[in-house]
């Protein structure tokens, strides 16, 4: 299967309200991409559904092929707006636990994040600022050399020096075999480190396009192009 | 040091084929200078390594940029060639300059004398 | 990975159940020190004595209670809230993550009860009282050789097996409630809550149902218990507690599996 992402009719009900409707989409490897809609528009959904915290109400969604499972999971590195981290644990511990049970786990990579950004390998996770934990996590979930990385508003909240980290990171991170989702709705800061974006609205897809492409022939950003395709 | 910076309404290589021609012309790259990494570059200027790749697949084809397969990328030694691109940014200015002071109602002879004299005291 | 699982849960919990047992330990000794100092024993009136008990019960009552707080506790906070984002995108199926809870909750259950019991032998330890016991043991063995056609040995080992799942079935009973809990989006735990004494509700009513027959049908007097009778009372019960497991078991499973909706 070439396409690392694919989404055939794909469709969830929440509690009788439709979150995802239909949807069709292919996301290829080796890009970084932006799925981008204002709060509540399904990207949440899609991206729970790829990591099989959610089924499917209708349709399939596969990733590299196959249904989100045990397999998937292993290729899958998933970073929600959530704190995830255990309170008990400290920095090293996190470190041991995602060894054990991710293979593609590279301890080296993460331990010179951590260094970089002054976290002690000591640290408890219990006395640490959200901000910093949230910088955990993400370098737990970066060092994972998986097919495709799936960021769940990855800079909402966060200062702008975190935010060019963490986008640093990203860019630095990038391997052609995989593939990168963000989903945001902050645009302007992320715009420049996309290939392509998608945007997503009330759980349908409105537009798949490459950043070019939207330069080139629309000759606006982006960031503009948003603001007027899901203008109040 | 020249930062990146980039407009929202044309393609971002395109910007970066400027912007690095720019850095050449200002000698912040030298002649025969070793390139970063695609990975490097693109992380310094905060933009997708496609995007990165993309700029420099143009500059290789304009000559500005060459490939030595197990050394890696380098600026272009031609300083013939850079000499011509100082020249068509120049040009480009100069240009812009004319149209603008037609627009003011300055004739060739008041520009050339008002360049002059303008010089003259950013000098003292 | 269910190994992985299991060690991590022992990592979790081990800090707050160690502690907790060793001070049970302590007090008991402190309070067998405290009762054989004859002074202090007869100290105002016996209050003193009194107090020491109360409040040798109280730790006894709270090592019980923490014990199934805290098993619950790991599955929901673990599971069903933040943490959970993590759990479930481990790549680790949903029977790995039940079992790696049910184990170690079920050694823990098993380790508070020893230490309570050594405590309190500690606690009341006095010639007499372990005289007694042995009395009691030897009028036991003596019994039951003499009506019960069956090995001493095989009795308690069946025992212990059905003191073992019934101690897994009523945790995995928690689990479901939790999980039933989980299907709401708001008010989750007052609703798991509600599924616990529900479902006790409909098991002592089909329970009641069941056994009243079952008992009634097999048909033994004392002078009849042979070891193959006391085998199958203890299977058929045996069963029963294993058909309950299943049923939380199945309950907690699909629900995580397919109706899983982290907040």
């Given at each position: ?101 991710y293979e593609n786990f590279r301890v080296d990579k993460a331990q010179d994040m951590l260094r970089r950004l002054n976290i002690g390998e000591g640290d408890r996770l219990k006395t640490m600022s959200k901000g910093t934990k949230e910088k955990v996590q993400l370098i737990l979930v970066m060092s994972r050399e998986a097919d495709l990385y799936l960021l769940d508003e990855p800079i909402g909240g966060v200062d ?73 | ?124 | ?204 009513m089909i329970s009641s149902g069941i056994t009243g027959g079952i008992w009634t049908d097999l048909d033994y007097t004392l002078t009849n218990i042979t070891g193959s009778t006391v085998t199958i009372a203890l299977a058929i019960y045996a069963l029963y507690e294993v058909v309950l497991a299943a049923i939380y078991y199945f309950i907690t499973r699909y629900i995580f599996s397919r109706r899983l909706n982290l907040?």
């Amino acid at each position: 299967m070439s396409f690392i992402l694919e989404c055939r009719g794909l469709t969830k009900h929440y509690a009788g309200r439709p979150a995802l409707n239909g949807i069709d989409l292919q996301l290829e490897r080796g890009r970084i991409i932006g799925l981008l809609g204002p709060n509540g528009s399904g990207k949440t959904t899609l991206i729970k559904l790829a990591n099989g915290l959610l089924t499917p109400t209708s349709g399939e969604i596969l990733i590299a092929g196959s249904k989100p499972g045990i397999e998937t999971k292993k290729t899958v590195a998933y970073l929600p707006e959530q704190t995830y981290l255990s309170d008990w644990m400290r920095v090293r511990d996190m470190l041991a636990y995602f060894a054990d049970f991710y293979e593609n786990f590279r301890v080296d990579k993460a331990q010179d994040m951590l260094r970089r950004l002054n976290i002690g390998e000591g640290d408890r996770l219990k006395t640490m600022s959200k901000g910093t934990k949230e910088k955990v996590q993400l370098i737990l979930v970066m060092s994972r050399e998986a097919d495709l990385y799936l960021l769940d508003e990855p800079i909402g909240g966060v200062d702008p020096a975190a935010r060019d980290y963490i986008l640093e990171t990203i860019i630095s991170n990038y391997s052609e075999n995989a593939t990168v989702l963000i989903s945001t709705h902050l645009i302007t800061d992320v715009e420049k480190v996309l290939d392509e974006v998608i945007f997503i609205n009330q759980g349908s897809i409105a537009l798949q396009s490459t950043v070019d492409e939207i330069r080139e022939n629309r000759g606006t950003s982006v960031d503009a192009l948003f603001r007027e395709v899901f203008r109040c | 040091m020249l930062s990146w910076t980039f407009t929202g309404n044309r393609p971002i290589y395109a910007q970066i084929v400027e912007q690095i021609q720019l850095k050449i012309l200002s000698g912040e790259y030298q002649p025969g200078q070793k390139v970063a990494s695609i990975r490097d570059l693109a992380a310094e200027a905060g933009v997708n390594p496609n995007t990165m790749q993309k700029a420099m697949g143009e500059l290789e084809a304009a000559d500005l940029v060459f490939t030595q397969r197990t050394s890696g990328r380098f600026i272009t030694e031609d300083t013939e060639k850079i000499a011509k691109i100082r020249r068509h940014y120049a040009e480009q200015s100069v240009l812009d300059f004319i149209k603008q002071m037609q627009g003011l109602g300055y004739g060739t002879d008041e520009m050339i004398t008002l360049v002059s004299a303008i010089i003259k005291e950013e000098n003292k | 990975m269910l190994g992985k699982l299991i060690k991590y849960e022992f990592k979790a919990t081990y800090r707050l159940f160690l502690p907790t047992y060793l001070g049970t330990i302590l007090f008991a000794i402190l309070a067998k020190l405290f009762t054989s100092i004859n002074s202090l024993a007869t100290f105002a009136g016996g209050a003193f004595m009194g107090v020491i008990i109360a409040i040798y019960v109280i730790i006894i009552l709270m090592s019980l209670v923490l014990t199934l707080v805290l098993i619950i506790q790991r599955f929901y906070k673990n599971l069903t809230k933040d943490e959970g984002y993590l759990s479930h995108t481990l790549p680790v199926g949903v029977d790995s993550h039940i079992w790696g809870k049910l184990i170690p909750a079920v050694v823990w259950n098993i380790a508070t009860t020893v230490v309570v019991v050594a405590s309190i032998l500690i606690a009341t330890g006095s010639k007499e009282v372990f005289d007694g016991i042995a009395y009691v043991w030897q009028w036991f063995t003596e019994f039951f050789a003499a009506y019960v056609q069956m090995p001493l040995w095989l009795f308690i080992l069946e025992l212990c097996i059905i003191v073992l799942i019934s101690t897994a079935s009523s945790i995995v009973n928690f689990y479901s409630a939790i999980a039933i809990g989980h299907l709401f989006t708001k008010r989750r735990v007052l609703m798991s809550i509600v599924a616990y004494f529900g479902m006790a509700f409909i098991v002592s009513m089909i329970s009641s149902g069941i056994t009243g027959g079952i008992w009634t049908d097999l048909d033994y007097t004392l002078t009849n218990i042979t070891g193959s009778t006391v085998t199958i009372a203890l299977a058929i019960y045996a069963l029963y507690e294993v058909v309950l497991a299943a049923i939380y078991y199945f309950i907690t499973r699909y629900i995580f599996s397919r109706r899983l909706n982290l907040e």
